[in-house]
């Protein structure tokens, strides 16, 4: 079975059933789920979840995208600092970059006053960040493949031939 | 006036009959929750990169004629195209032409070809427009019937079988819409065989040729002796989801292109530039984008042919096209009434196969160019009443699930193309 083939279902659609994957796949559901097993053992899926338009939801969020730098330290290089700002539950993702800074954090609160506390206190004065420049988000307008409000609908005709 | 305007029109014209899903057109249109696999289009909308070529077309002031035969820079993109998939070679300056659509292109090659009374071979079921555009150009239909036993195959002794001393030409649509049937290599071989020993010509539409999904598309002017004798028609509508765009293109002999581009300069002039540009954009850069699609296509064609296994309704394998071609025969009911109970009880459109011709009397049309989650919906109504009409299911292999329909509201006119 083409597992990349399997984890591209899921990663459009992880609420797809082991039969329905199996008919696409032309494969038995017995052999699905052994795969999907296997490959959830080996964290090559970490996680199912739920995009959210929270706008839409009612809830108010504030998201910034934060650039970090920080100086290397010796045998671990940049990855015990960033390590350590992943622990932050009010960070969503941290990834190295390669260009003007290192670090690109993005963090989630539910104000502006949360986030800047959060940057101010916690983020800048890990040992090893030498600055940060935060850039608050105004507007999502597309996010993990997914227009927001995309506004493009099935205009065609009910029967054609 | 002394006479009406009924007297008045061209009886060739008059007497070509009305489209016999006509009634269910309105019907479909009338009822509202409708998820439809009635569609003879793809549910993509063209890819974004196509779409913003021809906006900075548009922006660069690209409003003007093109040449008759099109802009010479689209006819060299297609000529490789051709040269690099199937090894064919046509001259982008004598062999191409760029049509409004293979519609045109199909109409302008009949017009050029066909004298009155000359016979005109199409296997059957056909595209709803075949048999008409060979009346409006003075021809004689010759259906030739094809069924389940052969998979939808037009063989090689049926064609040989219906020749007569006015047969002009033959004309193939591989992949084939309704069906999805796909004509193999040994079978296009045998049947231009015949094509050479009768001297005929073969009109050849391969619009769904990237849709294959089993297989290669065997390109019928790629088989020894047939280049001189095919008209090759293809354009971007359904391999890069670009229907409305209209734009697509005839190759052939070059003086029949002439012949053609003859007909084409009085009365069309040339296709719309804005489309001749984006259907450059498409040859260029668009294939990943289309060989998306075309995964996509095939995930569903096993889904659909899985969930008629299911429902107890026999279906032979589409290999081709985005059409699967059931058989309702076990229901009890004829396509008509099949259709029209499908559509009323549980709301989904398909297209009776009669509409394609007698043979398709007995099947259903169903297009699964349609999101995997309304075609979900729509094969687990179908599954409910085919049930209730008394046809045993095989299993049911997937949990029912419920999902929101297409508004009938929706489309654009709630009306119908064809």
New interface residues.
Partial sequence: MNKLELLEFLED?ARL?P??IA??L?TDPGEVRRVIQELEENKTILKYITLVDWEKAGEEKVSALIEVRITPQRDVGFDAVARRISRFPEVRSVRLMSGAYDLAVFIEGRTMREVSHFVATKLATIEGVVSTTTHFVLKTYKQDGVIVDDG?????????? | MNKTWCERINPVVRDIPP?G?RR??DM??ETRG?I?L????P?F?TPWHIREACIYSLEKGYTMYTSNSGLLELRCAIARDLAGTYGVFYDPRSEILVTVGVSQALDLALRALVCPGDEVLIPEPS???YAPTVMLAGGKVVSLPTGTEQGFCLRAHQVEAAITPRTKLLLLCYPN?PTGAVLDRKTLLEIAEVAVAHDLIVISDEIYDKLTYVGQHTCVASLPGMKERTVLLNGFSKSYAMTGWRVGYACGNADFIAAMTKIHQYTMLCAPITAQMAALEALKNGRPAMERMVREYN?RR??VL?AFRDMGLPCFEPKGAFYAFPEIRVTGLTSEEFAEALLQEEKV?V?PGN?FGPSGEGFVRCSYAAS?EDL?EALRRMAQLVRRLGVRPRVI???PKSHPP?E?G?????????
């Fill in positions: 659609n059933t039969e329905e008919v696409m032309q493009e609908e099935d205009r065609r005709l009910m029967v054609t031939p | 489209s899903i269910f057109f479909v249109a409708v439809s009635g569609v003879g289009e549910d909308v595209y709803v427009s819409n995930r096993h889904v899985h459109a297209v509409a995997l979900g292999s997937t949990p297409r009938a929706m489309s654009a006119a709630g009306g119908v193309s064809s």
